[in-house]
């Protein structure tokens, strides 16, 4: 009997794996139309003959809402072509794990009387499904929380506007809700009495899935405090944004607005308090004797000058050249002064001779003011008995009623004994 | 005290320093410590360190408030208050250009290129960029909507709205400054009780 039951099972489970190859071939084969009815709303039929329609409806990739209606992909379809590509607009969280846990309890029980009544094959089997009902659950977990690490590292970036993010991050966060009130459901006090003492099913049930349930507990409080914070930036940037354009437009309707002057307030508000600018200047100083060997070490690295070398005799200072074109005119001066001096002696006049007369007489180039001023600091640098050969005549008037400064017009020399 | 010098340096030439512009050095003040071994440096220069609401920019303060620093603090406002208005419809054209619903925010990129290219394609874009260029804050003369662009981006520089990490590179960096103008912006809607609500609608969700 027990023999017959195993063939049984080999050929049901030989023709389940026969069938699932050629209806995932399916997927394959009608890929192109598979994917226009993911990416719209219907599979388009035009593509399609009857009998690869008719398989495709018995294998449950497509189907049909209403007699009327057209061919659409089923959800579960829906939801491998999203996972696969990471869609996040379309990628669903669904952790079932009420359901899941269901399905654990009968395959425990299941396994538990294949092993009471011998059955070493089918106990096999239903370990196996154990198995992958938590790899099941444990991946759908997995899953979840990778797409919403996705959602949140892209700033949600597969909708543009911020009102639609605002939107997808409340909906990620109310999914992160029902994940963490699913892991909620997983008790491990009831699991530890249903597994009692078998020790493959304590691995598995226990110590594989706590280790799990905990790192999922922990990634999607992460991902909420995460998904938290990110809501609270786009609550923000949207706030800014409705708050530079209304005072925008309200600048642009009144243009003669003038807000008060909050520098003269008694409570000055911080943010307008922002202090002048100080340079912190600094020149180079040689009283601190370390210094003077760096300062000197930055001479040396300064950039040659483009000039070109000039000989030796054009080296001079500029200043000490001005200098000494001063000094040219000044005794230059002087010598047209002693000049006029000798006139007077030579050509003795009665009248005297008038200083700016002879000025303009020569061809000297002398201004007026400059010519009497040395005239007559000539005479009062001469010795006080040569002085007293010479008689200087001031022609001058007085500024104004008001004013008693005298102003020289003229001066007039003579000698002293032709008077 | 030493290894805050060139920082000191900065924030006494009056610049604002934020993650964007010195990052190192925007850590640093972020440290409580340093924050008040600087401020006491700054004592006798009559200057404290300063921060917005949100933490993202520092800069100097007048310690005290005496009458010639609310001289210089009310010429400041009144410069600020000047360049209010253009650097509003910056922002805007901005935000319109790139096609994105949020303010430019503290790290985004902006390319002078890409932007007057989307000025060219779109006249409304075109005449906001023109209207904004001329004025005196930015003072353009041109005509040229390249140069506008060029003119508006290197004041922005100027004033410490945006950096140029590479100045053969025309690329700008906006700096955390923006988030001192928008703070600004809401001191004087609230200080003067002005009609502009920044607060969202409220979403359908919550009214079900």
Known sequence: ?419 | MIEHGPLLERLLAGEFVCAVSDDRAFRRLEDEEVREQIDTYLRPLNRRLATNAEGSVYFLAWRQLNDEAREQLSRQLGDVLHSLMPMLEWLQLMQEAMGHDALVAPGDVLKPAELSARCEDNQSLREQLERLAGDNFFGSQSEQLDAQMKQVFKRLKEHGYLLQPHTDRQVYLVTGKIDYLVDLVRLIRDEENLPVDDESPQTQESLL
């Open chain 1, 1 to 419: 009997m027990k023999e017959f039951a195993v063939r049984d099972e080999h050929e049901l489970e030989s023709r389940l794996i026969g069938t699932g190859v050629e209806r995932l071939a399916l997927l394959g084969k009608h890929a192109d139309a598979l994917m226009q009815g993911y990416s719209r709303d219907e599979v388009p039929l035009e593509a399609l003959s009857d009998s690869a329609l008719r398989r495709l409806l018995a294998a449950r990739i497509v189907w049909r809402p209403d007699e009327q209606g057209g061919v659409k992909l089923a959800p579960r379809v829906r939801e491998l072509i999203a996972e696969m590509l990471a869609d996040e607009t379309r990628r669903q969280v669904n952790a079932d794990v009420g359901e899941t846990l269901e399905l654990v309890r009968t395959l425990v029980q299941s396994y538990r009387e294949a092993q009471s009544q011998g059955e070493y094959w089918r106990q096999e089997q239903q370990l196996l499904r154990l198995r992958q009902a938590v790899d099941d659950l444990n991946g759908r977990f997995a899953d979840a929380i990778d797409s919403l690490w996705q959602r949140l590292n892209s700033d949600f970036g597969f909708v543009s506007r911020l009102n639609d993010k605002i939107r997808e991050n409340d909906r990620a966060q109310k999914q992160i809700v029902r994940l963490l009130d699913g892991l909620q459901l997983i008790d491990f006090d009831e699991l530890i009495e249903l597994v009692g003492s078998d020790g493959t099913l304590r691995k598995l049930l226990i110590s594989q899935l706590q280790r799990q349930v905990s790192q999922h507990y922990t990634s999607l409080r992460e991902v909420q405090s995460r998904l938290t914070e990110l809501m609270a930036r786009f609550r923000q940037q949207q706030s800014r944004s409705r708050l530079i354009s209304g005072m925008a437009a309200f600048l642009r309707e009144h243009p003669n607005f003038v807000p008060g002057n909050y520098a003269r307030r008694s409570d000055v508000p911080d943010l307008i308090n922002q202090a002048a600018p100080l340079i912190a200047a600094a020149a180079p100083a040689q009283d601190h004797e370390p210094d003077i060997h760096v300062l000197t070490d930055l001479v040396h690295q300064l950039p040659t000058p483009v000039h070109k070398p000039q000989t030796v005799a054009a080296a001079r200072p500029a200043e000490a050249e001005e200098q000494s074109r001063v000094a040219a005119r000044q005794q230059a001066l002087k010598q047209d002064v002693e000049s006029f001096y000798l006139a007077v002696i030579d050509h003795p006049d009665p009248m005297g001779i008038s200083a700016l007369a002879y000025l303009q007489e020569s061809d000297m180039e002398w201004g007026d003011e400059i010519w009497l001023f040395q005239v007559i600091a000539e005479y009062q640098g001469l010795p006080r008995s040569e002085q007293r050969a010479f008689q200087l005549h001031q022609s001058e008037s007085q500024a104004s009623r008001f004013n008693d400064l005298r102003l020289i017009h003229d001066v007039t020399l003579q000698l002293a004994n032709s008077a």
